[in-house]
């Protein structure tokens, strides 16, 4: 067997879909805050998906630590293991964004949906088995 037990798929599931749902919401605000400092901010594409992405993580975190992994562990401690994932999702995200608008003629907002679907993979399993342990 693979060494789970239905309790800890179920739990395992249940997690990943608070962490979706906060994701969401986090994902509305960072792109939101894209299209707002490219639209009216007249900032680079590139730096207003970086700009978003720090502002969501905020609100990521704050989320994270009290309801989808329901932390124990002291925030200084879980604050600074959230920032070193937020900032390598941020590295990735970043990255991502630009190799794909600026290797694929497609628009910003398609660039910014890759990139979030491989920085959500990163960000949840960091967070469940390092954050917030």
Known sequence: MNGYTMNDSEALIRTFSKFISIGVIATLIQYVGMIFFIEFGKLS?????????AISAIFNYLLSYSFTFRANSRHS????????????????????FYLVKNNIAIHYIFSQCIATAVVLIWNFYFNLKWTFK
Request: no cysteine.
């Open 77 to 96: 401690t879980s604050l600074i293991k959230f920032s070193i994932v937020a900032l390598s999702g941020l590295v990735l995200n970043t990255v991502i």
């Open 45 to 53: 594409q590139t730096l207003s998906s970086a700009l978003s992405f």
